[in-house]
């Protein structure tokens, strides 16, 4: 069983910087790809990025390409989501999720099978 903490949310301006962490519990945190999904109001959860088990392999989606930065820290078992020159349509709850057993990224949700709790991000002009 994996559980997940997300925290470092919160209300900032457009074109500032936030910095979201993941905490996670567990022995197979380290074999595991981990994943950033955000469910903006009235809309469906869409994929942010992804990292593989060892941090080698990451992707993200068009919409934040150049602006996002995964990473992770298997030490800490703590996966992190550094947010630059944040837009409007960044606002969202951000969810941190965990393959149970799978090493290599995954842009489908359904291929998640742990979730955090999420963590409010809200970017105002």
């Known amino acids: 069983q994996v559980q997940l903490v997300e925290s470092g949310g919160g209300l900032v301006q457009a074109g500032d910087s936030l910095r979201l962490s993941c905490a996670a519990s567990?022995?197979?945190?380290?074999?595991?790809?981990m994943g950033w999904f955000r469910q903006a109001p009235g809309k469906e959860r869409e994929f942010v990025a992804t990292?593989?088990?060892?941090?080698?392999?990451?992707h993200y989606a068009d919409s934040v390409k150049g602006r996002f930065t995964i990473s992770r820290d298997n030490a800490k078992n703590t996966i992190y989501l550094q947010m630059n020159s944040l837009k409007l349509e960044d606002t969202a709850v951000y969810y941190c999720?965990?393959?149970?057993?799978?090493?290599?990224?995954?842009?489908?949700?359904?291929?998640?099978?742990?979730w955090g709790q999420g963590t409010q991000v809200t970017v105002s002009s």
């Open positions: 999720a965990a393959r149970a057993l799978g090493a290599v990224i995954a842009t489908d949700q359904f291929r998640y099978d742990y």
């Open positions: 990292i593989s088990s060892s941090g080698g392999n990451t």
């Open positions: 567990g022995r197979t945190f380290s074999r595991s790809a």
